[in-house]
């Protein structure tokens, strides 16, 4: 479909293919959570997850923020909502959407359970998250001998599940320390196994623990960016395809003479006859400044048009001095086959940054 203005278009039937390849390297038993935070990265989370839980791809859905999971619970889906970083302040919201907490720290621990027999909950669900290296959210080992006794025989809660995040999965050369952090996360599971008479589910992979660590799917995966299409590694990204295609249009052409300058502070000053396009997509689009000044490009008509200068708070500028177009031709900024990770390689950063940027001002286009 050719477009006529900026647009993101959304293939839930490749969303569908990604998660049912990701899942066929998962024993049959293994539950899948679907990540679904930071708007499921870029692709909006109420149409991600209503097509998710409709089609019944995942047995659960995280988010990181409570704001996101009762956004959810408003489009009334069903499926538990782990909100894999609340705050106190969030803890009348949680229960009243029926979200999950994830307790990660001993203050947030205390506070939910003074909550909790405050309002005379019964076996609410929370998570507790074990830091087995990233150093970012969680207990550490030796806490837990503290934490877990505050847990056992407690009315008030139930311990669903405990997990860890890897903090290089994807990394090849950090092998052993991924190891590691595996390691480690079977000793949480020793202890808490040990404290608690019913069963708990453990979880550690995120996209690259599943294709990288089939060791280490424990009860539950927690998946985001290999839904979406990407698979951190070339010699995997054959199975996937990206989802989202931001697409756009040629506004207006102009012809540029030697020593002419472009755009803002005269980003670019011509050195030769320069035809240029104006695009309207810009840094409030998630097309950061970084791309601007030669790093980043579009695709039109098949040819690459590098941005010159700076790139606009709604528009970028191309050099389409030796490509064959028009006012009015489609233009990609990035699709299946000109992947936003290449584009966010250009400019030193990754996938996740450039399409978790995407603005909500840009029109969703949804195909199955
Ligand atoms: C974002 C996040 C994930 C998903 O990671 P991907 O690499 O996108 O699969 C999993 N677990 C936690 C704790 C996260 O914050």
Known sequence: ????????????SALEKN?????????????????????????????????IERKNLANYFAVAFTSEGIALRERELKLPILVLHP??????????YNLEPTLYSKRILTQFLDFAKDKHLEHY????????????????????????????????????????????????NEREFTKNQIALFVKFQKKIDATFDYKVIYHQCNTSGILNYPEAQFDMVRC???????ANDASLQPNMTPIAALKSVISQIHQLKTGDSLGYNRGYIADRPTHTATIPVGHADGINRIYGKGKGYVFINGEKAPILGNVCMDMILVDITSIDCKEGDEVIVFDRNHTAEALAESAGTISYELITSMAHRIKRIYKE
Request: charge should be negative; hydrophobic fraction near 40%; charged fraction near 25%.
């Open 87 to 96: 705050q106190a302040v969030n803890f009348e919201d949680i229960i009243k």
């Open 125 to 172: 669900p929370v998570h507790i998250k074990c830091n087995t290296g990233l150093n970012r959210l969680g207990f550490d080992l030796e806490e837990m001998d503290d934490v877990l006794p505050l847990l056992k025989n407690n009315p008030h809660i139930s311990v669903k599940t405990a997990y860890s995040h890897l903090a290089a999965s994807e990394d090849m």
């Open 19 to 51: 998660i049912k390849y990701l899942r066929s390297r998962l024993k049959p038993e293994t539950r899948f959570l679907a990540v679904v935070k930071a708007s499921s990265y870029g692709n909006n989370s109420l149409e991600i997850a209503s097509y």
């Open 224 to 230: 985001g960016i290999g839904m979406y299409g990407f």
């Open 1 to 12: 479909m050719k477009t006529e203005e900026t647009v993101l278009e959304i293939d839930l």
